[in-house]
C-alpha cells in the first residue's frame, strides 16, 4: 500500500508540475531487462514440441511450437532449427512402458489429455537426460525448448462490476459502478517451458504460465483466435527467459 500510494502521489505531483508549467518534453526511454537464462553457449536453438491437451479445438502442441519458432526467429539471435516436431507424446510412452508394469499402466487411455493430471503420466519425459542427450547430438547440440500445453474451455458464473452510464432530470451524464450476476465462458492456457542443454540432455531452466479470458455468455469467439489472445500476453515472457528485452516509457522533463 505504501509503495503504491506512493506512486499515485508522484503521478498526481507530476500532473500538477506539468500544468504549472508552459511547456513540456516528453524523452523515450528504454529499460533493459537481463534474461532469466544464460544461452551465450548456444548458437542453435531447437523448439522440439510439446506434450498438449485440453481442447480439440486447438492443436496446442503445433501451434505453439509454430509461434515460438517464428518469434525466436525475429528476436533471438540464435538460429533456429527448422525440422518436424519430435513425437514427444511416443517417446514418453514408450519411456513409461519401461519404467513401469503393465498393471501399472492398464487404465489410462493413450494419448487422452484433458485436465492437468492427465499430464502427470509424461512429465517424466523432460528428465530423461539420455532421451534429450541423442536428441541434441542429432541436432548439433542446440538449446532445446520443449514442456507442457494445457488450453482448455472454462465457463464461470458470479457477481461482476460494469460501468453504467445514468443521466439527472437536468441530463447530466454520469457513470456509476453496476453489480450484476453474469455467466461467463472463455478459455484458459497453462503452458510450462522447459529449456535442456542439448549437450548434457538436463533440464536448464523451467517456468510455469497461467492466462484466461472470459466472455459475455453470449459472446461467442473461436479458440483460436483466443489462444492467440492468451499467447500474445505470455510471449514477452517467455522472450524474456532467452534474451534481454527492453520496457519502453517516457520522462517528462519540464520547462
Not at 123 to 137: P, S, T
Not at 214 to 221: G, R, V
Amino acid at each position: 500500500m505504501t509503495a503504491r500510494l506512493a506512486r499515485t502521489l508522484g503521478s498526481l505531483t507530476a500532473v500538477v508540475m506539468t500544468a504549472a508549467c508552459s511547456s513540456y518534453i516528453e524523452i523515450p526511454l528504454e529499460t533493459p531487462i537481463r534474461p532469466k537464462l544464460d544461452v551465450s553457449a548456444f548458437q542453435r536453438v531447437l523448439v522440439a514440441g510439446f506434450i498438449a491437451g485440453g481442447t480439440d479445438d486447438v492443436d496446442g502442441n503445433l501451434e505453439t511450437t509454430r509461434l515460438l519458432r517464428s518469434q525466436l526467429r525475429t528476436k533471438s539471435e540464435m538460429r533456429v532449427i527448422d525440422t518436424d516436431i519430435l513425437p514427444l507424446m511416443e517417446a514418453a510412452t514408450e519411456g513409461r512402458a519401461a519404467r513401469e508394469t503393465p498393471e501399472e499402466i492398464e487404465g489410462t487411455p493413450p494419448g487422452v489429455i484433458r485436465e492437468d493430471s492427465d499430464l502427470e503420466p509424461y512429465e517424466h519425459l523432460f528428465a530423461d537426460v539420455e532421451y534429450w542427450k541423442r536428441i541434441g547430438e542429432e541436432y548439433q547440440q542446440p538449446l532445446i525448448v520443449t514442456g507442457t500445453v494445457m488450453f482448455a474451455s472454462q465457463a464461470r458464473s458470479g457477481i461482476v462490476q460494469r460501468d453504467q452510464e445514468v443521466y439527472d432530470s437536468l441530463g447530466r451524464r454520469r457513470v456509476v459502478p453496476v453489480r450484476t450476476y453474469m455467466e461467463r465462458k472463455g478459455f484458459v492456457l497453462k503452458p510450462r517451458f522447459v529449456f535442456i542443454d542439448g549437450r548434457t540432455g538436463s533440464v536448464l531452466y523451467s517456468e510455469k504460465f497461467r492466462e484466461e479470458v472470459l466472455y459475455n455468455a453470449n459472446q461467442t469467439s473461436p479458440a483460436l483466435s483466443s489462444y492467440f489472445e492468451l499467447m500474445d500476453r505470455l510471449i514477452p515472457s517467455f522472450l524474456s527467459t532467452l534474451s534481454s528485452q527492453k520496457i519502453k516509457g517516457t520522462r517528462v522533463l519540464l520547462q
